[in-house]
Structure formats: C-alpha cells, structure tokens
C-alpha cells in the first residue's frame, strides 16, 4: 500500500539554525499538508498546499516556515531560524484531492522528531 | 471544552473486551476522523464518517456520530493486545479550500493480555 515517508527520522539542530524536513507524498495525491505536535500535546495543523501554493496556514505558521515542492515528488517544511519551542514531532500528510476534497481521509507519515538544542 | 476532546484520556482493558472512546466537538463539521497512533509512530487513518451519517463499521470497529449533540464514539470490538495504542479524533470543519483536520487530546487505550 503506498505511503507517504519522511525524512529524516530524527533531527537534532543548534537553536537559530536552518533545518529542512522532507517528505514524500502518495504518488497520485494533490493536496499536501504539515501538522505538528509538541511532545504529550495535540497534533496541530500548520500548513495545506495545493497546486503549489499555500491554501491554508495557521497562526503557527509564521515567516519562519516556508513550505517548498521543489519536484513532482518531495514536499519540504523549512524553519529558518529554529527556536526552542520548534522541538515536537512534525508530520506530513496528503489526500487525494480527486473530485470534492472534502471527505477524504488524509495520509501520514511517521514523522520526523526535530529535537532543538 | 476545545475542538475535538476525547474521553477518558486513558483506558485499560482486559483483551477481548470492547473499548469504547468518545470525541466531542464544537463547530460544524463536514466529517469526523478517527486515527491510531503507536508509540512514537504515525498517525494511522481507521475510519472517518461523514456528517449526514449517523454510524459506520469497519471491521472491529464500529463509530457514531450525533451532529445534534456534536459527538462521536469509536467502538473497538474483541480487543487484542495490538490495539494498544493512544486514539485521536479528528474534525473537518466546513470551509473552503483544503481540509485542515483540528485534533482532540486523545484516549491512551491499553489492552492487558
């Protein structure tokens, strides 16, 4: 069954570095989304794209995100300039998007554990 | 309450036994999700149920869901030791553009063999 993967698993950065997380959707969805969630917390929706460009972002998702589909295959988050508080695990996620959007389950990958020092 | 809250925030059962969790919500919705989540894993997708339906079965699992009183129950039936695993709801609210599904704090279900 196809999957989306992310990579790396895990990723350890120096507070106010640059670090980019990458996924790989399904193959034939179009619509790409990255949520978040902070150890023992929520998962959090950050950000949807779709015919390569943003949708829809949250409040966390300020000018120190970007999102990237740099390729007909990968899908990018960066975070510019890391904070303490960007530690959580990141997860990438897509849907379909054939007909309406709406109603179709969204597809995630394991994750990638950003850990800020 | 917030958007998507599960109750009990933690269950332990006896293997083969049913686990029954609930997901309240506060908005309108155009469906109702429901994800597993091993330890330290993904976030696996079980089912999502629609806002005009009332009840959905997939396998062991059985979910209902009341617009009137903006709740929703997964049911897991004959449980197994493999279904440990923490359980998230997940709404859909009704907008344009993408679907941004909003969490709920979720059940820590354990399975005791």
């Known amino acids: 069954e196809p999957e989306v993967t992310q990579t790396p698993s895990h990723q350890v950065t120096q507070m106010g570095q640059e670090v980019i997380l990458r996924c790989v959707p399904i193959?034939?969805?179009?619509?790409f989304y990255w949520y978040r969630q902070i150890l023992g917390q929520k998962v959090e929706f950050l950000v949807s794209?779709?015919?390569?460009?943003?949708?829809?972002k949250s409040e966390i998702f300020d000018d120190q995100f970007s999102v990237e589909r740099p390729d007909g295959s990968n899908f990018t988050l960066k975070i510019r300039s890391t904070k303490l508080e960007d530690s959580a695990m990141y997860f990438c996620a897509s849907s379909p998007g054939q007909g309406l959007v709406y109603n179709q389950p969204q597809h995630f990958g394991d994750g990638t554990r950003l850990s800020i020092l | 309450s917030q958007q998507g809250e599960e109750d009990p925030q933690a269950l332990s059962i006896q293997e083969g036994e049913n686990a029954t969790m609930n997901c309240s919500y506060k908005t309108s919705i155009n469906n109702l999700q429901w994800y597993r989540q091993n330890s330290g894993r993904g976030l696996v997708h079980l089912i999502l149920?629609?806002?005009?339906?009332r009840e959905k079965h997939s396998g062991r699992l059985r979910v209902t869901l009341d617009t009137s009183k903006k709740s929703s129950s997964l049911l897991i039936t004959a449980s197994r030791a493999a279904d440990t695993a923490s359980y998230f709801c997940a709404t859909s609210q009704i907008d344009f553009g993408n679907e941004k599904l909003t969490f709920g704090t979720g059940t820590r279900l354990t399975i005791i063999p």
């Open positions: 149920i629609r806002s005009n339906e």
């Open positions: 193959s034939n969805h179009l619509y």
């Open positions: 794209f779709y015919n390569n460009e943003i949708s829809e």
